[in-house]
């Protein structure tokens, strides 16, 4: 099989642990080609990926290199030309990190988004990945019958329990966290995860609504009006790597409405998995949190150009869900398909490049048979290995 990796948004971070790994065992058997553009916004390839690759000779590469390379992560300006080079090629297969999802859509071959595969609170590898139509498409369920509805909460029941009841779902814990992170009573409070949005994130160019954060934060305070407490969390990486000075000053000027709540609590539980219990609802775009309030039934209120599993029960009216929310009666994630969706995400869909088990064919074929319930029990295997220990599970 020809298999082409086009990578205009990769990362080397994502090269290294996640790319690589899919190319030595597609290598093995099969002709690969790596399409990309050269180094820019921290994205593409450049020698340090050659000489990742310095042992796979076979492999075939395909940069761009002229004036137009920097469209390819996100709009492509010669797209015709790209689809028409990839058409001579005729790959099989495509495997992408790119945030231009036009062009690739016009490639020949069964094309596939390479997308992070983690699913709070389930712990799971670093570089667990998932081959998806479309990146953003959140908590979808293939129709399933009774009997794999009940092989998959089967399948998922050794481990649920451990999760639903851990240390800072307690109640003592919730209160003593309302308590440090300043959250109010007499009002309703509303979670906002904030997303990544260093400049080699070129996926925001996906979002429905304002950027940078602060403008998306200004956005929801003005929506709010004072109706509501909004408790923000900031995403990780962008602590450690943007400049959140904008998004610091909007919290200053709006300290009665708005809270900027640090990543970890005193108890050491990340705040992020404590908000979504104690919040009224979420506001979510195309977060990968959507896997926690599922979890945790927190109501959702979803502005996305992409689709949403029913089984979450998402609002995309803000107006509808914050009257829900005020009146007690928000629809909630339906809970007990909760179960159900985390055992086929981790059974069904789920990819560990680093698997040694997991051969070249066996990726395609994740690919070409989708749904494949003969794989459940063991994928399951696989990434259960640390649920059952109380003091491992992800929270």
Known sequence: MRVLFYLPAVTPWWFERIILPLIEKLAVDHEVHILAPIFWQGTGVMQQQYDLCAHLPDVAWHIVTDEDHKSMRVDAVQRAQIVGFVSQMNPDFVLCRSADFETPAQFPGIVRHITEGGADPLLLPVGAVHFAEKPFDHGLLPPLEDAHKAQLSQLMEPYWDRLANAPETRQSALRKFREWAGLPDDRPVLFMPLEYEHKENFYVHHRVGRSPNALLVEDMLASLDGRALLALTNHPLNDLYVDNSALERVV?????????????????????????????????GNSKSYTLAGFCGTPIMRQSRFATGKWLNAYDDFEAFFAAIQAGNAARPDTQMARIWFAYHAGNNLVSPRDPCLTGSALLERITTPFDPARWERNIAVFAAGWAAMDEVAA
């Not at 000027?253 to 009224?280: F, K, W, Y």
């Open 252 to 284: 200053e000027t709006h300290s009665n409405d708005v809270r900027l709540i640090q990543g970890e609590a005193p108890c050491a539980s990340r705040s992020t998995s404590l908000l979504m219990r104690c919040a009224d609802g979420v506001l979510l």
